[in-house]
């Protein structure tokens, strides 16, 4: 094991641009203020995204949330507006927007290498009236979270590419331990791991939009 002694830290922005060179130039001007068609039409087709957040102190937070394709709607070039789902009621990115609103999004669309990426300010709502159109298997949303958005650009496909994520055949041997034997080593001590099989059995799936 390496000590603190061995490492060779960075500490200044001179240092690390002197090791991985200044930004591209196609890079440097590809963020933009305002969504533009093709954006809208990738989120259209998302059905997952990882949302970003932190505190007040800047302990941060990142949330996966999915659903059908296009469950986060774009308001207009300025807005789009995401759901909220029942889950374990944590909402630890929620609780962080009420003390930081700025939040970062990558949204994916399957089989795709590129992502898109949404910088803004969030704010959660309690009703408004795109939330009859964000229904699912007859669940309404109880919350909204809507993001002012301030930077729009998409990410190059280079991290899939190099992770194979899409290509089963290159995926490593699934021996990790199942969710209900996670969830008994680490979360539910307390629970039988055959209670913890049933939970997160068959039936998990139809429990996913019950409040």
């Not at 259209?44 to 007040?56: E, I, N, Q, V, Y």
């Not at 996966?64 to 009621?89: C, H, S, W, Y």
Request: proline share 8%.
């Amino acid at each position: 094991m390496d000590t603190i002694a061995e490492r060779s830290e960075i500490t200044s922005v001179a240092e690390l641009t002197e090791l991985v060179g200044p930004v591209m130039e196609r890079a440097a001007h590809k963020v933009r203020p305002v969504l533009d068609p093709i954006d809208m039409m990738w989120i259209s087709r998302s059905p997952f995204l990882l949302m970003a957040t932190s505190d007040a102190e800047g302990n941060c937070d990142v949330s996966p949330k999915g659903d059908p394709p296009g469950f986060v709607q774009v308001l207009d070039e300025r807005t789009i507006a995401m759901p909220e789902r029942p889950g374990n009621r944590r909402v630890d990115g929620y609780h962080n927007i009420m003390a930081n609103p700025h939040v970062g999004l990558i949204f994916l669309v399957p089989g795709r290498n590129d992502t898109l990426r949404v910088n803004g300010r969030a704010r959660l709502v309690r009703d408004a009236p795109y939330f009859d159109d964000m229904v699912v298997k007859g669940h309404r949303p109880v919350l909204a979270m809507e993001v002012d958005v301030e930077e729009a650009f998409y990410h190059c496909a280079k991290a899939f590419l190099r992770s194979s994520l899409w290509k089963p055949e290159e995926w490593p041997a699934d021996d990790l331990p199942s969710r209900a034997r996670i969830s008994k080593a680490l979360e539910a001590k307390g629970e039988s791991l055959e209670a913890l099989e049933a939970y997160y059995g068959p039936d998990y799936v139809q429990r996913l939009y019950r409040a």
